[in-house]
């Protein structure tokens, strides 16, 4: 592939085939993968307690309909 440099950014190229523009940063790359990773922690975190939320709110309507039927029972 042949790359031509952008115009005042060194760190920037482009592919003369696609037009696409490429960063060859490294340390940017390296950045953006972090965030990348620490946005899916979060949102794998945020569907845990979602789905333990959920299961706290079965167990006490499971709570509530045993305890109704103790009360009806007496």
């Known amino acids: 592939m042949d790359y031509s440099k952008i115009e005042g950014h060194s ?9 696409a ?12 993968i ?6 899916n ?4 975190k945020m569907q845990k307690l979602e789905s333990e939320v959920g299961s706290i709110k ?8 045993l305890l109704r039927s103790l009360i009806n029972e007496s």
Not at 24 to 29: A, D, P, T
Not at 34 to 39: G, I, S
Not at 41 to 44: A, L
């Open 41 to 44: 922690e979060e949102n794998q």
């Open 11 to 19: 760190h920037l190229l482009r592919n003369k085939t696609t037009n």
């Open 58 to 65: 079965n167990d006490l309507n499971e709570i509530k309909l």
């Open 21 to 32: 523009i490429v960063n060859n940063n490294m340390s940017e790359y390296q950045e953006y």
């Open 34 to 39: 972090m965030r990348k990773n620490a946005k």
